[in-house]
Each structure stands twice: as C-alpha cells, then as structure tokens.
C-alpha cells in the first residue's frame, strides 16, 4: 500500500508541472489560451504546496507576483473567479508566507495577498443589488426592514415600484451592515458590471463566496469582503419557501425565484457547503444556524434514502428524479456535520453508478435507470473522490480505498492522454474530449494524494501541520490560524488574541481606485473603500459549544436567535406567525436501500418502482 500511495503521487506530480509555463508573459489583453494557462496555475499552486516541493513551489509564486496583474478589460465569473483565482492566491499566500507550514518562501513579500485585494475589490461591483438580507414586499409597499441591528441612524425602506433603495441619512460600512445584496453572476474587471448583464444568478453562485472574501477581509483587516459575502448570504435565505428550502435561479434585483427547483446539486450545492464551513472557520454561529434549518429540510424533503431528488421549493413535489454528479459531495459535507450513517449508505449509491459507467456522468435518471440524455460527460469531477477521502478518514475502513483504487485505475486507464488527463465526453463509450479543467489539479489530484497518504500514515501539511485545515469548495486550503478564525466575537472566548490597533487600520483608496469606481457609476462602492474593522462593533454572545454540530442548541431557530427574519407589512405580521409550517424533521421511513456493486439494477430498479406512482417529471426526462 505503501508503494502504490508514493507511485500514486509521483504521478501526479509529474502531471501536475504540464500546467506550469514560468515563460509566459501577461499582454495588455489576454488570450483564452492564457487566461486559462493562468487560472490553471494559480488554482493548483498549493496542491504542489501539499506535494512537498519547495523549489517549484517557490518558483511559481514568484513568477506569479511579478508578471500576473488583473486591470484588464475582460468580463469574468465571479463565482469562478472567486473560488479559482481568489481562493488560490489566498491559499498559497497562506503558506508561503508562514514558516510553520514548512514552505515559507524567503523572497515572499505578500504579493499574492496585494493581488488578491486588487482582484477582490475588482469583484466588489458585483454586489451593488438591492436584495441583501431581507425580504421584499409585494406591491409597492414601504416599510422598515427587519433585521438585526443595533441603533445606526434612520430606518432603510424599500420601494418596489422605483426599485430604489433610500435612506435619509448615510451609513458607513464600519458600521455592522453595507448596502449590498445577492451578487451578479459576471463582471468586468476593469468596468464593473455591464448594463446589459443579465440579472439572473444561481443560488451557489451567490452563497459560495464566503470563505474566500471572509478570509481576505480577515488578512487585510477590511470587513466589506466578508460583510457583502454575509448580505448575500442573508438574502438568498430570506426568500427561502415556508418549508426551508432555496431554489436554483433568483433575480438579484426583484428577490424572484426563476427556477424553483430544489435539490442539493447543480446551482445550489456549495452553498449548503459554504453555510457550515463558514462557521467551522470562522466560527460565526449565524451560518451554524441557517445551515441546521437548511440541512434538516434537505434531509426531510430530498432525501429519498440513499438517493436526493430535486423538489418545488414551495410544494415538496417532485420534478427531477435525478442522481448528478455535483451531489457526490454531499456525503462528505455529512461527515464535516456528524452526520456518518446517511453519508455511507449514499456513497455508496453514488459509488455504484461510477463502477457501473467506470466514472459518474453529469446526469443518471433514477426513473429510467440510464445515463441522463445530454448529460453523458464525466469533466474529471472531484466530488465523489471528495467524499470517499472524508468517509475513509472517519471511519478508517478499506472499503474506501478500494473505491480509491478503482477511481485510479479509470483515470489512468480511461482519461489519459499525450498531454494530461481528458475529459471523457460519453460514460457509455469512454470517448475523450482533448480539455482539462483546472480543478482537476486543484481538487480531484488532491483528494486522492490525501486518500492514499493518510492509509500509508499521513506525512503531509493537511494532517500532520500547524492548524486545522478547511478545504474551500475548489479544495483550496484555508488555515484556522489566529488571524482568520479568532478575531472579533471569536476572540473573546479563544484567549482574546484582537490586534484592536490593526482593527482599526482603514484601507488607503488609490487613484485607480477611484477611476473604477468612477467607471463602474456605482451607488455603493465609494463607501465600501472606507470599511474598516471596529472594537466598538456590537459582538455575538458566543455558547459553549461541544459535540455533534447538528446538536447545537435544537430549540433555537436562525430567526430567533438572530432576528433575520421574513418582512411582511404589519398588519400581517401577526397573522402570519400563526401559519407558520412545521419544523422539517430527519425522521422519516423509506423502503429504498443501497445495495453493492453486484445488485446494482436491483436496487435502483426499487426506487423506480417505489416512485413510478407519485413522482412529476420535467418534459425533457427520459422515461
């Protein structure tokens, strides 16, 4: 076992240096070709962190702080820019920079972190939308929002009609909120938002930003990063359904679901992930909260044991009986929540559709029992190797580094060629598509390098290194040092480690600072550049906190314990408490079970028998 974990990650790392080009100059505009060579590198910077190699390591930050510069004309996703570039440069900066992690570059001088703050405040401009942590009214109806605040000046309303937000009197961001809201899905980095960018985004694109902003903002001590992240956060769980779920698609200005279906994969995933690894790593307790609401709903209405399905947000009914690839995390978030048992059984399910196929397509219709029309690609995926790492590291059985090897010998056998690793574009003839995305170095390399190390008796800086690690959802690396996990409200029960001087440091705005706020002719954004931490800032009473997350304080809602609630107008109110729907609740019975390998049509035949009656398809389902 020993031999095949350090062949498995020599191979790795001899593939790992194809997406390394130290010769690559940045233009004044960038290729596709470029941009991608250049996401690819700072993506991957601290697998070959994780894979010990000093010199390379070293080279490529380097490389990366003199030639790599982001005031460029190109239009880019925030939630991939955010989780790929962001989380990179963050995470490798957070190594290089720290002798503890046994990479501490000599020459390093925060360029990576000067990087990240230019591209961070590059993404701000995103965020200028109205719906932020509250919800709208129909009608035009004005009335004061409901939020947690303590006394800041004049009452905020909300007109509907003019889609103007007001205030009569003006609200600095050191303050406890900014006015911002769910963010766009694109924008320019050089412009800000286009005028003609379209006003849909998904739920996982608005809720993952998280961790990679709050981070920032805890590096830099500038709060607006993690403030606007937190908003978002806020309003897309405002106008969640009386049964506590979200849906797919949401109109960052109007609030309005355009897709209600609800599910834990495609376009909402992360965002379940990001609700408990924000409070794992920065142990703000509002994310605990929400993510208990959301994660017991899920359970109760998607949960079809061992398989999820996706559901009207409003109605439970189901719409898409479908097992996707993205939700192969999920077990794995299970075992970050204590929650083991559920996470085995479908693992397991997922696990069997990848020995079926020899990896896991897009799309497996569980009424049908085939590969999902359309959705017959496997893009090099790492979430159910995700998941059977975390399995295996909890429970320590061998089970999950069988699957580890038969995940291997699919790769190798099936994926490569002459210059990497290819995507396979149909599960059901193993053909290639010549293209490899950057989190395959990033996350799919990763996990496996951790599976085989960790049985062979872990000698990495995940396991054996100075802080407890978070993995971000592209599998970056985010430490649980001082810096991130115990400032403010955390610091009080954690020995008060509080620089209150650098709190209090406010971040110097620059020309071009200034020309792109100019540009971008944001409402907002002049105000966030005077953000700044504050030891007067109102704090949470933090509780003891021990056990199973999922056990903490049962009895309290996020509403009640934070009072982010609902806003309806007030002679409503009242009558609305009294419909109120019933707390979602884990207990329930299904005569679904996870089989192995060999009864493999068995049991999905089960489930589609046991739901052939009740289920609502979309059109384009194959039956």
Same mark, same amino acid.
């Given at each position: 076992?020993?031999?095949?974990g /350090?062949?498995l990650?020599l191979?790795f790392?001899?593939?790992?240096f194809?997406?390394l ?5 940045l233009?004044?505009s960038?290729t596709?070709d470029e941009?991608?060579?250049l996401?690819d590198?700072i993506?991957?910077l601290d697998t070959l962190a994780?894979l010990?190699?000093?010199?390379r ?7 990366i702080g003199?030639? +790599?510069r982001?005031?460029?004309n190109k ?13 990179g440069?963050?995470s490798?900066?957070? +190594?290089?920079s720290d002798?503890?992690?046994g ?16 591209l961070?405040?590059r993404l701000?401009?995103a965020?200028?939308t ?5 919800q ?6 004005k009335?004061h929002?409901? /939020?947690r ?6 009452s905020?309303? =909300?007109?509907?009609t ?21 963010p766009?899905g694109?924008?320019n980095?050089l412009?800000?938002v286009d ?11 608005g809720?993952t ?12 001590n500038?709060p607006?990063?993690e403030?606007?992240?937190k908003?978002?956060?806020?309003g897309?769980w ?7 779920l979200v849906?797919?698609?949401i109109?960052v200005?109007t609030?309005e679901?355009?897709q ?10 992360s965002? !379940?992930e990001y609700?408990?690894?924000?409070y ?9 909260y ?10 109760h209405?998607?949960?079809?044991d061992?398989? !999820?399905?996706?559901?009207?947000m409003?109605?439970?009914? +189901?719409? =898409?009986?479908?097992f996707?690839?993205?939700?192969a995390?999920?077990?794995g978030l ?6 083991i ?15 079926? !196929?020899g990896?896991t397509?897009?799309g497996f219709n569980?009424a ?9 690609s496997y893009p090099l995926r790492p979430e159910?190797?995700?998941?059977t ?6 429970t ?10 038969d995940m291997i ?5 099936g994926?490569?060629c ?6 396979i ?7 290639q598509?010549d293209?490899m ?5 990033a ?9 085989f ?6 000698d990495n ?8 690690y978070v993995?971000?959802?592209e ?7 001082p810096?991130i996990?115990?400032?403010r409200e955390?610091?009080l029960?954690h020995?008060?480690y ?10 110097r705005v ?5 020309d792109?706020?100019?540009s971008n002719?944001?409402?907002?954004h ?6 700044? !931490? ?17 056990g ?6 996020h509403?009640?314990k934070?009072g982010?609630?609902?806003?309806y ?9 009294t ?10 019975s ?22 052939n ?11």
């Open positions: 076992m020993e031999a095949a /350090r062949k990650g191979i790392l001899l593939l790992f194809h997406s080009h130290p010769d690559l100059t233009a004044d960038v596709p941009a991608k060579l996401r590198e993506d991957s994780l010990g190699d000093r010199d390591f070293a080279a490529s930050v380097e490389w003199k030639n +790599i982001f005031d460029i239009t880019v996703s925030l939630f991939e820019t955010t989780i790929r570039v962001l989380g440069l963050l490798a900066h957070l +190594i290089a002798y503890a992690t990479m501490r570059v000599p020459s390093y001088d925060n360029q990576l972190l000067n990087l990240a703050e230019d961070g405040r701000l401009p965020f200028d109205p719906t932020g942590g509250f709208m009214l129909g009608g035009g109806t009335m929002l409901v /939020r605040v303590d006394q800041i000046g004049d905020l309303v =909300w007109d509907k003019s889609l103007l937000m007001y205030s009569t009197s003006y609200i600095d961001c050191s303050m406890l909120f900014c006015i911002s809201g769910i766009f694109s924008v980095l412009h800000g005028k003609h960018e379209s006003k849909i985004t998904s739920t996982a694109g809720g930003l998280t961790l990679e902003f709050g981070v920032l903002s805890r590096l830099i500038d607006i990063f403030q606007v992240t908003n978002a956060v806020r897309l405002a106008r969640r359904s009386k049964l506590n849906g797919a698609h109109n200005f609030g679901w355009t209600k279906d609800a599910g834990i994969g495609t376009s909402i995933d965002f !379940y609700l408990l690894k924000a794992l790593l920065f142990g703000d307790e509002e994310y605990l929400i993510f208990q609401e959301a994660y017991a709903a899920a359970m209405y998607l949960y079809h061992p398989w !999820y399905v996706e559901v009207n409003d109605s439970a009914a +189901i719409v =898409w009986p479908l996707n690839s993205l939700q995390f999920w077990p299970q075992v970050l929540a204590g929650d048992d559920p996470a085995i059984r479908t693992h397991a399910a997922f696990l069997s559709v990848w020995r079926r !196929y990896f397509p897009e569980l049908s029992l085939t590969v999902q029309h359309g959705q017959k159910l190797i995700e998941s790492y975390w399995l295996y590291k909890a320590r059985d061998p089970r999950y580094l069988d699957a580890g090897r010998a699919s790769l190798q056998y994926t490569r002459p210059c990497g690793y290819c995507h574009s149909d599960v059901e003839h193993h053909n598509d293209h995305e950057s989190f395959f170095l996350e799919t390399v990763k996990y496996l390098w951790l599976l190390d960790l049985a062979v008796g872990p800086l995940v396991e054996n290194g100075p802080y407890k993995f971000s959802t599998g970056h690396l985010l430490p649980a040092t810096q996990s115990l400032v955390h610091c029960y020995g008060a509080c620089r209150s001087e650098d709190l209090r440091q406010s971040y620059s020309e071009a600072d200034n792109k706020q100019e002719n944001s409402r907002f002049a105000g966030w550049t005077k953000a700044r !931490y504050s030891s007067d800032l109102p704090t949470f009473d933090p509780t003891a906190i021990t056990g199973l997350i999922k903490v304080c049962p009895g309290l809602t509403g009640q934070f982010i609630l609902y806003v107008p007030t002679e409503e109110h009242h009558a609305h408490e419909e109120k729907p019933k707390e979602p609740t884990h207990e329930q299904h005569s679904v079970v996870v089989l192995t390998e060999p009864n493999f049509d068995h049991a999905l035949t089960d489930y589609s028998n046991d739901h009656d009740n289920q609502t398809h979309k059109s384009d389902v194959t039956s």
